[in-house]
DNA sequence: CGGATTTTTGCGCAACCGATCCAATACGGT
DNA sequence: ACCGTATTGGATCGGTTGCGCAAAAATCCG
Protein backbone atom coordinates (compact mmCIF):
# COMPACT_ATOMS: atom_id res chain seq x y z
CA UNK A 1 0.00 0.00 0.00
CA UNK A 2 3.01 2.34 -0.51
CA UNK A 3 4.74 4.85 2.08
CA UNK A 4 2.64 6.20 4.91
CA UNK A 5 1.99 9.72 4.43
CA UNK A 6 3.94 12.25 6.50
CA UNK A 7 1.64 15.35 6.31
CA UNK A 8 -2.57 15.38 7.78
CA UNK A 9 -4.34 16.52 4.67
CA UNK A 10 -6.70 18.56 6.58
CA UNK A 11 -3.86 20.25 8.59
CA UNK A 12 -1.67 20.88 5.33
CA UNK A 13 -5.56 22.45 3.32
CA UNK A 14 -5.48 24.90 6.73
CA UNK A 15 -1.68 25.78 5.41
CA UNK A 16 -2.36 26.25 2.02
CA UNK A 17 -5.90 28.11 2.75
CA UNK A 18 -4.15 30.73 4.87
CA UNK A 19 -1.45 31.40 2.37
CA UNK A 20 -3.61 31.79 -0.63
CA UNK A 21 -5.86 34.11 2.11
CA UNK A 22 -2.83 36.63 3.14
CA UNK A 23 -0.75 36.71 0.10
CA UNK A 24 -3.77 36.00 -2.88
CA UNK A 25 -3.46 33.69 -5.96
CA UNK A 26 -0.78 35.51 -8.44
CA UNK A 27 1.45 36.37 -5.64
CA UNK A 28 1.48 33.40 -3.81
CA UNK A 29 4.22 30.56 -5.39
CA UNK A 30 3.81 26.97 -5.09
CA UNK A 31 7.23 27.35 -3.21
CA UNK A 32 5.97 29.32 -0.56
CA UNK A 33 3.35 26.72 -0.22
CA UNK A 34 5.59 24.18 0.29
CA UNK A 35 7.28 26.07 2.88
CA UNK A 36 3.80 27.12 5.30
CA UNK A 37 2.89 23.21 4.69
CA UNK A 38 6.52 22.02 5.25
CA UNK A 39 6.11 19.64 2.35
CA UNK A 40 8.00 19.14 -0.68
CA UNK A 41 6.79 20.17 -4.22
CA UNK A 42 5.87 16.75 -5.78
CA UNK A 43 3.98 15.53 -2.43
CA UNK A 44 1.92 18.65 -2.72
CA UNK A 45 1.40 17.90 -6.29
CA UNK A 46 1.02 14.35 -5.87
CA UNK A 47 -1.77 14.83 -3.31
CA UNK A 48 -3.40 17.97 -4.73
CA UNK A 49 -2.77 18.34 -8.00
CA UNK A 50 -1.73 21.67 -9.27
CA UNK A 51 -1.53 24.94 -8.36
CA UNK A 52 -4.82 26.13 -9.30
CA UNK A 53 -6.47 23.11 -8.68
CA UNK A 54 -4.99 24.05 -4.93
CA UNK A 55 -6.52 26.96 -5.13
CA UNK A 56 -10.07 25.53 -5.27
CA UNK A 57 -9.31 22.93 -2.87
CA UNK A 58 -8.48 25.79 -0.50
CA UNK A 59 -11.51 27.84 -0.76
CA UNK A 60 -13.24 24.75 -0.37
CA UNK A 61 -11.72 24.03 3.09
CA UNK A 62 -12.55 28.07 3.74
CA UNK A 63 -16.68 27.09 2.59
CA UNK A 64 -16.34 24.39 5.17
CA UNK A 65 -14.98 25.41 7.61
CA UNK A 66 -15.36 29.85 8.08
CA UNK A 67 -18.28 29.78 5.87
CA UNK A 68 -19.81 27.17 8.12
CA UNK A 69 -19.45 29.32 10.71
CA UNK A 70 -21.17 31.96 9.59
CA UNK A 71 -24.35 30.40 8.63
CA UNK A 72 -24.32 28.65 11.91
CA UNK A 73 -24.44 32.16 13.83
CA UNK A 74 -27.40 32.11 11.58
CA UNK A 75 -29.42 29.03 12.80
CA UNK A 76 -28.77 29.72 16.48
CA UNK A 77 -31.82 29.93 18.38
CA UNK A 78 -32.82 33.41 19.72
CA UNK A 79 -33.66 37.05 18.10
CA UNK A 80 -33.12 36.95 14.41
CA UNK A 81 -31.65 40.11 15.07
CA UNK A 82 -29.08 39.19 17.52
CA UNK A 83 -28.07 36.15 14.76
CA UNK A 84 -27.63 39.32 12.53
CA UNK A 85 -25.52 41.04 14.46
CA UNK A 86 -23.41 38.23 15.49
CA UNK A 87 -22.60 37.17 12.04
CA UNK A 88 -21.72 41.39 11.32
CA UNK A 89 -20.08 41.79 14.89
CA UNK A 90 -18.22 38.64 13.99
CA UNK A 91 -16.96 39.66 10.36
CA UNK A 92 -16.05 42.98 12.13
CA UNK A 93 -13.54 41.07 14.80
CA UNK A 94 -11.83 39.39 12.13
CA UNK A 95 -11.21 42.00 9.72
CA UNK A 96 -10.04 44.15 12.09
CA UNK A 97 -7.94 41.94 14.44
CA UNK A 98 -4.81 42.71 15.23
CA UNK A 99 -2.36 41.29 13.30
CA UNK A 100 -4.36 42.43 10.88
CA UNK A 101 -6.38 40.06 8.55
CA UNK A 102 -6.88 39.60 5.16
CA UNK A 103 -10.95 40.10 4.94
CA UNK A 104 -12.65 37.01 3.63
CA UNK A 105 -10.85 34.60 1.60
CA UNK A 106 -14.02 34.55 -0.59
CA UNK A 107 -14.63 37.77 -1.29
CA UNK A 108 -10.81 38.52 -2.60
CA UNK A 109 -11.15 35.64 -4.64
CA UNK A 110 -14.04 37.17 -6.47
CA UNK A 111 -12.29 39.98 -6.93
CA UNK A 112 -8.99 38.69 -8.22
CA UNK A 113 -10.29 35.84 -9.75
CA UNK A 114 -14.28 34.75 -10.26
CA UNK A 115 -14.09 36.82 -13.53
CA UNK A 116 -11.58 34.82 -15.28
CA UNK A 117 -11.85 31.45 -13.55
CA UNK A 118 -15.28 29.91 -13.88
CA UNK A 119 -14.22 27.00 -11.82
CA UNK A 120 -12.99 30.11 -9.06
CA UNK A 121 -16.39 31.91 -9.79
CA UNK A 122 -18.36 28.32 -8.96
CA UNK A 123 -16.49 27.79 -5.67
CA UNK A 124 -17.10 31.57 -5.01
CA UNK A 125 -21.20 31.17 -5.51
CA UNK A 126 -21.24 28.22 -3.37
CA UNK A 127 -20.10 30.44 -0.21
CA UNK A 128 -22.40 33.38 -1.60
CA UNK A 129 -25.32 31.19 -1.73
CA UNK A 130 -24.68 29.27 1.72
CA UNK A 131 -24.88 32.78 3.13
CA UNK A 132 -27.43 33.97 1.37
CA UNK A 133 -30.17 30.84 2.40
CA UNK A 134 -29.21 30.78 5.86
CA UNK A 135 -30.09 35.26 6.25
CA UNK A 136 -33.30 34.34 3.93
CA UNK A 137 -34.49 31.22 6.23
CA UNK A 138 -33.50 33.23 9.11
CA UNK A 139 -35.03 36.50 7.89
CA UNK A 140 -38.45 34.66 6.95
CA UNK A 141 -38.65 33.14 10.28
CA UNK A 142 -38.42 36.89 11.75
CA UNK A 143 -40.85 37.70 9.91
CA UNK A 144 -43.03 34.91 10.83
CA UNK A 145 -42.94 35.81 14.53
CA UNK A 146 -43.29 39.74 13.95
CA UNK A 147 -39.75 40.36 14.63
CA UNK A 148 -38.73 41.45 11.51
CA UNK A 149 -41.00 44.09 8.88
CA UNK A 150 -43.01 42.87 6.47
CA UNK A 151 -42.80 46.08 4.38
CA UNK A 152 -40.59 43.99 1.96
CA UNK A 153 -40.34 40.08 0.97
CA UNK A 154 -37.48 38.09 2.31
CA UNK A 155 -35.88 38.02 -0.52
CA UNK A 156 -35.06 41.64 -1.31
CA UNK A 157 -34.68 42.17 2.46
CA UNK A 158 -32.12 39.19 2.14
CA UNK A 159 -30.24 40.85 -1.21
CA UNK A 160 -30.39 44.15 1.58
CA UNK A 161 -28.45 42.64 4.31
CA UNK A 162 -26.17 40.85 2.27
CA UNK A 163 -25.19 44.55 0.40
CA UNK A 164 -24.76 45.93 3.70
CA UNK A 165 -22.67 42.94 5.58
CA UNK A 166 -20.31 42.86 2.12
CA UNK A 167 -19.77 46.53 2.31
CA UNK A 168 -18.91 46.62 5.55
CA UNK A 169 -16.01 44.56 4.98
CA UNK A 170 -14.89 46.10 1.91
CA UNK A 171 -15.40 49.40 4.76
CA UNK A 172 -13.59 47.71 7.55
CA UNK A 173 -10.38 46.86 4.93
CA UNK A 174 -9.91 50.26 4.77
CA UNK A 175 -11.11 52.63 7.36
CA UNK A 176 -10.76 49.54 10.48
CA UNK A 177 -13.02 52.23 12.80
CA UNK A 178 -14.92 50.00 14.91
CA UNK A 179 -17.32 51.73 16.40
CA UNK A 180 -18.15 53.69 12.58
CA UNK A 181 -18.21 49.89 11.60
CA UNK A 182 -21.11 48.56 14.80
CA UNK A 183 -22.97 52.07 14.09
CA UNK A 184 -23.66 50.47 10.57
CA UNK A 185 -24.75 47.54 12.07
CA UNK A 186 -27.08 48.92 14.52
CA UNK A 187 -28.12 51.13 11.55
CA UNK A 188 -29.21 48.22 9.47
CA UNK A 189 -30.83 46.36 12.79
CA UNK A 190 -33.03 48.95 13.57
CA UNK A 191 -34.80 49.45 10.02
CA UNK A 192 -35.50 45.69 9.62
CA UNK B 1 15.27 69.04 -24.81
CA UNK B 2 15.59 66.28 -26.28
CA UNK B 3 13.74 63.92 -28.10
CA UNK B 4 10.32 64.20 -28.41
CA UNK B 5 7.92 61.66 -26.77
CA UNK B 6 6.12 59.65 -29.35
CA UNK B 7 2.96 58.73 -27.34
CA UNK B 8 0.53 60.81 -25.16
CA UNK B 9 1.09 60.41 -21.27
CA UNK B 10 -2.50 60.26 -20.16
CA UNK B 11 -3.59 58.15 -23.16
CA UNK B 12 -0.98 55.38 -22.26
CA UNK B 13 -2.13 55.95 -18.45
CA UNK B 14 -5.32 55.19 -18.98
CA UNK B 15 -4.16 52.20 -21.42
CA UNK B 16 -1.86 51.07 -18.19
CA UNK B 17 -5.21 51.43 -16.08
CA UNK B 18 -7.63 49.42 -18.27
CA UNK B 19 -5.07 46.72 -18.27
CA UNK B 20 -4.35 46.78 -14.26
CA UNK B 21 -8.21 46.62 -13.99
CA UNK B 22 -8.66 43.87 -16.20
CA UNK B 23 -6.04 41.74 -14.99
CA UNK B 24 -5.09 43.22 -11.40
CA UNK B 25 -1.00 44.00 -9.86
CA UNK B 26 0.37 40.72 -9.77
CA UNK B 27 -0.99 38.73 -13.01
CA UNK B 28 -0.21 42.16 -15.44
CA UNK B 29 3.41 41.79 -16.32
CA UNK B 30 5.81 44.35 -17.77
CA UNK B 31 5.29 43.06 -21.05
CA UNK B 32 1.50 43.28 -20.65
CA UNK B 33 1.89 46.85 -20.33
CA UNK B 34 3.91 47.46 -23.25
CA UNK B 35 1.60 46.10 -25.33
CA UNK B 36 -1.24 47.72 -24.44
CA UNK B 37 -0.08 51.42 -24.48
CA UNK B 38 2.25 50.24 -27.56
CA UNK B 39 5.21 51.33 -26.32
CA UNK B 40 8.77 50.07 -25.66
CA UNK B 41 9.49 48.42 -21.94
CA UNK B 42 12.47 51.45 -21.26
CA UNK B 43 10.06 53.52 -22.68
CA UNK B 44 7.49 53.00 -19.93
CA UNK B 45 10.00 52.74 -16.86
CA UNK B 46 11.65 55.76 -18.23
CA UNK B 47 8.60 57.53 -18.21
CA UNK B 48 6.80 56.48 -15.18
CA UNK B 49 9.24 54.26 -13.07
CA UNK B 50 9.06 50.59 -12.45
CA UNK B 51 5.97 48.69 -12.21
CA UNK B 52 4.65 49.28 -8.62
CA UNK B 53 4.94 52.95 -9.73
CA UNK B 54 2.93 52.66 -12.90
CA UNK B 55 0.23 50.82 -10.72
CA UNK B 56 -0.22 54.23 -8.44
CA UNK B 57 -0.13 56.34 -11.76
CA UNK B 58 -2.69 54.15 -12.86
CA UNK B 59 -4.74 54.46 -9.73
CA UNK B 60 -4.41 58.01 -9.31
CA UNK B 61 -5.72 58.18 -12.96
CA UNK B 62 -8.56 56.18 -11.97
CA UNK B 63 -9.20 58.52 -9.22
CA UNK B 64 -9.24 61.80 -11.36
CA UNK B 65 -11.57 59.93 -14.07
CA UNK B 66 -14.04 57.71 -12.64
CA UNK B 67 -14.15 58.60 -8.76
CA UNK B 68 -14.59 62.21 -10.06
CA UNK B 69 -17.93 60.68 -12.35
CA UNK B 70 -18.90 59.13 -8.80
CA UNK B 71 -18.67 62.19 -6.80
CA UNK B 72 -19.94 64.83 -9.44
CA UNK B 73 -23.40 62.30 -9.81
CA UNK B 74 -23.85 63.54 -5.85
CA UNK B 75 -23.51 67.14 -6.78
CA UNK B 76 -26.03 67.79 -9.20
CA UNK B 77 -28.83 69.55 -8.21
CA UNK B 78 -32.28 67.80 -7.32
CA UNK B 79 -33.75 65.48 -5.00
CA UNK B 80 -30.69 63.88 -3.07
CA UNK B 81 -32.13 60.31 -3.31
CA UNK B 82 -31.95 60.74 -6.72
CA UNK B 83 -28.69 61.61 -6.83
CA UNK B 84 -27.56 58.66 -4.78
CA UNK B 85 -29.99 56.47 -7.23
CA UNK B 86 -28.05 57.38 -9.97
CA UNK B 87 -24.66 56.73 -8.10
CA UNK B 88 -25.91 53.05 -7.46
CA UNK B 89 -27.69 52.26 -10.83
CA UNK B 90 -24.51 53.65 -12.85
CA UNK B 91 -22.77 51.27 -10.75
CA UNK B 92 -24.51 48.24 -11.19
CA UNK B 93 -24.56 49.64 -15.04
CA UNK B 94 -20.57 49.76 -15.15
CA UNK B 95 -20.93 45.80 -12.98
CA UNK B 96 -23.03 44.36 -15.41
CA UNK B 97 -21.95 45.89 -18.71
CA UNK B 98 -20.98 43.17 -21.66
CA UNK B 99 -18.32 42.33 -22.02
CA UNK B 100 -17.83 42.06 -18.37
CA UNK B 101 -15.81 44.71 -16.57
CA UNK B 102 -14.03 44.05 -13.62
CA UNK B 103 -16.08 45.67 -11.36
CA UNK B 104 -14.53 48.74 -9.39
CA UNK B 105 -10.43 48.88 -9.60
CA UNK B 106 -10.20 50.82 -6.02
CA UNK B 107 -12.09 48.01 -4.64
CA UNK B 108 -9.70 45.21 -6.57
CA UNK B 109 -6.54 47.10 -5.68
CA UNK B 110 -7.91 47.14 -1.69
CA UNK B 111 -8.12 43.50 -1.93
CA UNK B 112 -4.81 42.59 -3.66
CA UNK B 113 -2.70 45.42 -2.26
CA UNK B 114 -3.85 47.44 0.38
CA UNK B 115 -3.11 45.37 3.43
CA UNK B 116 0.52 44.92 2.32
CA UNK B 117 1.54 48.26 -0.02
CA UNK B 118 1.01 50.93 2.00
CA UNK B 119 1.45 53.35 -0.69
CA UNK B 120 -1.52 51.87 -2.46
CA UNK B 121 -3.73 51.95 0.45
CA UNK B 122 -3.23 55.76 0.93
CA UNK B 123 -4.38 55.80 -2.85
CA UNK B 124 -7.25 53.76 -2.28
CA UNK B 125 -8.18 55.85 0.85
CA UNK B 126 -8.18 58.95 -0.95
CA UNK B 127 -10.47 57.51 -3.23
CA UNK B 128 -13.25 56.30 -0.25
CA UNK B 129 -12.49 59.16 1.80
CA UNK B 130 -13.84 61.46 -1.45
CA UNK B 131 -16.61 59.23 -2.09
CA UNK B 132 -17.71 59.45 1.67
CA UNK B 133 -17.26 62.89 1.64
CA UNK B 134 -19.71 63.60 -1.64
CA UNK B 135 -22.27 61.45 0.41
CA UNK B 136 -21.91 63.16 3.81
CA UNK B 137 -22.46 66.33 2.45
CA UNK B 138 -25.86 65.51 0.03
CA UNK B 139 -26.96 63.32 2.70
CA UNK B 140 -26.89 66.74 4.86
CA UNK B 141 -28.23 69.10 2.80
CA UNK B 142 -30.79 66.53 2.30
CA UNK B 143 -31.36 65.98 6.15
CA UNK B 144 -31.66 70.28 5.84
CA UNK B 145 -34.39 70.44 3.00
CA UNK B 146 -36.22 67.60 5.22
CA UNK B 147 -36.33 64.90 2.62
CA UNK B 148 -33.93 62.44 4.56
CA UNK B 149 -34.49 61.30 8.06
CA UNK B 150 -33.19 62.35 10.86
CA UNK B 151 -33.11 59.78 12.76
CA UNK B 152 -29.60 59.61 12.95
CA UNK B 153 -26.92 61.86 12.01
CA UNK B 154 -25.46 62.56 8.68
CA UNK B 155 -21.76 60.34 9.32
CA UNK B 156 -23.76 57.16 10.72
CA UNK B 157 -26.25 57.64 7.41
CA UNK B 158 -23.29 57.67 5.44
CA UNK B 159 -21.16 54.85 6.42
CA UNK B 160 -24.73 52.92 6.06
CA UNK B 161 -25.05 54.43 2.58
CA UNK B 162 -21.85 53.49 1.63
CA UNK B 163 -21.99 49.65 2.69
CA UNK B 164 -24.90 49.43 1.04
CA UNK B 165 -23.32 50.88 -1.99
CA UNK B 166 -19.87 48.56 -1.80
CA UNK B 167 -21.81 45.44 -0.97
CA UNK B 168 -23.62 45.94 -4.27
CA UNK B 169 -20.82 46.07 -6.34
CA UNK B 170 -19.54 42.50 -4.59
CA UNK B 171 -22.91 41.20 -5.08
CA UNK B 172 -22.63 42.29 -8.93
CA UNK B 173 -19.81 40.78 -9.22
CA UNK B 174 -20.90 37.04 -8.30
CA UNK B 175 -24.99 37.74 -8.81
CA UNK B 176 -25.21 39.38 -11.43
CA UNK B 177 -28.97 39.71 -10.95
CA UNK B 178 -29.98 43.24 -12.32
CA UNK B 179 -33.79 43.36 -10.74
CA UNK B 180 -32.09 42.18 -7.79
CA UNK B 181 -29.62 44.60 -7.45
CA UNK B 182 -31.95 47.44 -8.01
CA UNK B 183 -33.86 46.49 -5.45
CA UNK B 184 -31.37 47.10 -3.42
CA UNK B 185 -31.12 50.15 -4.14
CA UNK B 186 -34.35 51.20 -3.81
CA UNK B 187 -34.69 49.13 -0.38
CA UNK B 188 -32.44 51.53 0.90
CA UNK B 189 -33.52 54.61 -0.54
CA UNK B 190 -37.16 54.34 0.97
CA UNK B 191 -35.19 54.02 4.31
CA UNK B 192 -33.50 57.14 4.15
C1' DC C 1 26.48 72.07 -38.75
C1' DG C 2 27.75 69.83 -34.33
C1' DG C 3 27.17 69.26 -29.38
C1' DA C 4 23.78 68.48 -25.67
C1' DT C 5 19.76 66.21 -24.19
C1' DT C 6 16.02 63.11 -24.02
C1' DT C 7 13.48 59.26 -25.84
C1' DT C 8 13.40 55.07 -28.36
C1' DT C 9 14.95 50.56 -29.62
C1' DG C 10 16.85 46.10 -29.04
C1' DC C 11 19.07 42.92 -26.36
C1' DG C 12 20.34 40.58 -22.24
C1' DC C 13 20.60 39.32 -17.49
C1' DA C 14 19.82 37.17 -13.00
C1' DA C 15 16.07 35.55 -10.53
C1' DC C 16 11.92 33.27 -10.18
C1' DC C 17 7.99 30.76 -11.90
C1' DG C 18 5.09 26.25 -12.29
C1' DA C 19 5.73 21.74 -13.21
C1' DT C 20 8.09 17.36 -13.74
C1' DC C 21 11.43 13.69 -13.33
C1' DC C 22 14.05 10.29 -10.61
C1' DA C 23 16.24 7.89 -7.07
C1' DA C 24 15.68 7.01 -2.22
C1' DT C 25 12.51 5.64 1.27
C1' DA C 26 9.00 3.29 4.06
C1' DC C 27 5.23 0.75 4.40
C1' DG C 28 1.77 -3.79 3.48
C1' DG C 29 1.17 -8.22 1.44
C1' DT C 30 2.94 -12.76 0.46
C1' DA D 1 12.93 -11.55 3.40
C1' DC D 2 11.36 -9.79 -0.90
C1' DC D 3 8.41 -7.36 -4.02
C1' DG D 4 4.92 -3.99 -5.28
C1' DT D 5 3.41 0.54 -4.22
C1' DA D 6 2.87 5.11 -2.75
C1' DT D 7 5.36 9.11 -0.81
C1' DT D 8 9.39 11.79 -0.14
C1' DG D 9 13.36 14.96 -0.99
C1' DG D 10 16.10 17.06 -4.37
C1' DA D 11 17.48 18.35 -8.77
C1' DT D 12 16.17 20.32 -12.96
C1' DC D 13 13.49 21.68 -16.96
C1' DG D 14 11.86 25.41 -20.24
C1' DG D 15 9.65 29.63 -19.82
C1' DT D 16 8.65 34.09 -17.86
C1' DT D 17 9.44 37.73 -14.81
C1' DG D 18 11.04 42.68 -13.69
C1' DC D 19 14.60 45.48 -14.78
C1' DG D 20 18.73 47.48 -16.75
C1' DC D 21 22.36 48.60 -20.20
C1' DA D 22 24.20 50.52 -24.52
C1' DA D 23 23.62 52.35 -28.89
C1' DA D 24 20.67 54.67 -32.26
C1' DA D 25 17.33 58.33 -33.25
C1' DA D 26 15.19 62.81 -32.93
C1' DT D 27 14.77 67.18 -31.35
C1' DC D 28 16.77 72.09 -29.64
C1' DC D 29 20.39 75.37 -29.23
C1' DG D 30 24.41 77.82 -30.39
Known sequence: M?????????????????????????????????????????????AFGDKRRLYLRALRRYYETNTAVQTELLEQPGPVKDRVRNLMVQAIDIDLADPPSSGCLIMNASMEMANTDPEVAQEVRRHFTAVEQAVRSALAEGQRTGEITRDQDAA?????????????????????????LLNVVETLLAKL
Chains 1, 2 share one sequence.
Open 2 to 46: GRPRKFDETRALTAVMHTFWQRGYEATSTRDLAESTGMGLSSLSN
Open 156 to 180: TLTHHVLSSYYGLRVLARVQPDRTA
